[in-house]
């Protein structure tokens, strides 16, 4: 006698009008399972996107119930995570479905069987993949530069687990350790007054080092489009590149500048106030760094002139007022130097008031020149890079730069040119990085 089944009216529905049926182009995963019993043969394919399934199409050769199974387990998979789709049960198919005749439940263990099979397909391959491309690289992260912007990207990268190189060509720390190494730090938050430059740096170094940042002291050279940096070593290509090479002091453009500079009485800051013990100096500039300069000669230097092309400073007012408590220092407004002459060493400088209209004539021994900073960029003329009008690269708020996988941190991406700026760059990079090679199922 023949047997009855009872199928339900969504069992019906999906036999009559079956979902996504057919082949996907390029999947990235296939699952082919069969019942050797009742010779019902099934295949699932998937399309992957961010870990979250974006399309599921099945091809049947079986019965009514194969088909509705399939053409259900479709509907339930698309839009899942990879994780929730593989803990779609057997039993929850045929639930699904109002329930399945106990004779063809093995349908429903066919279509769940498949999907698993084709998740776990993609899941072989991606890591199969992964393992060959990332032979092709020598890091995740290639960052230019170790000042604190290139630092601290580098903890930030390694931290979230991404293989990580900086390179510096000088002195790592940066412009910091450079130029200004004893100076307290005043504005960056939880360290003010707590912490010179040094400490600053040697606390970013010990982190590094901690995480396994491979710190390389050398040149990077040149920069290729296809991420490859040129280093004085040899060639390393990254999946991405940070730019980190910061700024260096802007020249004063001043007559007699260069005959006097490299320790013959032109300087560009004020790196060791001891070099300045009983000198008469001349600071060039109106900003936070020449008003810095002026306030740690204080305890060494004789006679300390500002030299301020503007109606009056521009610096924050606890450090004018720390300024003007020092008599040993005047300030000069409007006044611009024209020209540093002597024999062997700086002598004297010619300014010229420029609301008087007259000249002047001062006895020096040094000129401190603190004009500003210019961005490090010529590694970078042959890539390409989108700059403002200052020279400065152009990020979007990502810190990406207009070429595909290369981003700039710190100054020579802002001319906000403040630790605490470079820092937060760094952390910006570290979390997109993070987001673009590790793809997480949460982006
Ligand atoms: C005198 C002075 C005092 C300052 N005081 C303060 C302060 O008190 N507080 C504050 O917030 N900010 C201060 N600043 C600003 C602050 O120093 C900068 O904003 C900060 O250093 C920017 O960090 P960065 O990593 O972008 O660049 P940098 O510090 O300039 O570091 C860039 C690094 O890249 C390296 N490099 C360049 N080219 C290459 C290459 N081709 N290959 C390998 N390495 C390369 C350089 O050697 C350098 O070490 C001061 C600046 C100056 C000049």
Redesign the pocket.
């Known amino acids: 006698m023949e047997e009855q089944f009872e199928y339900s009216e969504k069992v019906m529905d999906h036999f009559r009008n079956p979902r996504n049926v057919g082949q996907i182009k390029d999947p990235d995963g296939i699952g082919r399972v069969g019942n050797p019993v009742c010779g019902d043969l099934m295949e699932i394919q998937i399309k992957v996107e961010n870990n979250i399934l974006r399309d599921v199409k099945f091809k049947t050769f079986g019965c009514g119930s194969a088909i509705a199974t399939s053409s259900m387990i479709t509907e339930m998979a698309i839009g899942k995570t990879l994780e929730e789709a593989l803990k779609i049960t057997r039993g929850e198919v045929a639930e699904e479905l109002g329930g399945l005749p106990p004779i063809k439940m093995h349908c429903s263990n066919l279509a769940a069987d498949a999907l698993h099979a084709a998740i776990k397909d993609y899941m072989a391959h991606k890591e199969e993949k992964e393992k060959i491309e990332a032979q092709k690289y020598d890091f995740d992260v290639i960052i ?7 630092l601290t990207t580098g903890i930030l990268c390694a931290y979230r687990g991404l293989k990580t190189a900086i ?5 790592w ?4 350790s ?3 190494p004893n ?1 307290m ?4 938050p939880g360290l003010c007054e707590k912490s010179t430059c040094t400490d600053l740096v040697n606390s970013w170094m010990n982190e590094a080092r901690k995480l396994k940042v491979e710190l390389k002291k050398e ?3 040149d920069i290729t489009s296809d991420k490859k940096i040129i280093a004085e070593s040899g060639e390393y290509k990254g999946k991405i590149i940070v730019l ?4 260096s ?1 802007a020249p004063g453009g001043i007559k007699g500048e260069e005959k006097f500079k490299n320790e013959r009485g032109v300087y560009y ?1 004020v790196r060791n106030p001891g070099n300045f013990t009983g000198k008469r100096v001349i600071i060039v500039g109106s900003g ?2 020449a008003v ?1 300069a002026a306030l740690s000669l204080a305890d060494t230097a004789d006679l300390i002139t500002i030299a301020c092309k503007n109606e009056e400073l521009r610096s924050v007012p606890n450090k004018i007022e720390r300024l003007k408590a020092i008599d040993r220092v005047k300030v000069l407004y409007n006044t611009e130097v024209l020209e540093i002459s002597g024999t062997d060493k700086v002598e004297k400088v010619l300014m010229k008031d420029l609301k008087e209209d007259e000249n002047i004539q001062q006895v020096v021994d040094s000129v401190v020149l ?1 004009v500003g ?1 210019t961005p ?1 960029t010529e ?1 970078f003329k042959n890539l390409g890079l989108e700059m403002d009008d200052k020279g400065y690269i152009k990020t979007d708020k990502t810190q990406k730069t207009n070429i595909d996988g290369i981003y700039a ?4 991406a802002s001319d906000l ?6 820092v937060s760059n760094g952390a910006t990079v570290a979390h997109n990085a993070y987001i673009e090679l590790r793809k997480p199922y949460w982006r």
């Open positions: 230019v530069g170790g000042g604190p912007g290139g390179f510096e060509a000088s002195n720390g940066g412009i910091l450079w130029l200004c100076k730090i005043e504005n960056f040149r990077v050279n980190a090479t910061g700024s002091p800051y936070n760094s810095d603190a900073l490090n590694i941190v710190g100054d020579i040119q403040l630790v605490v700026i470079a």
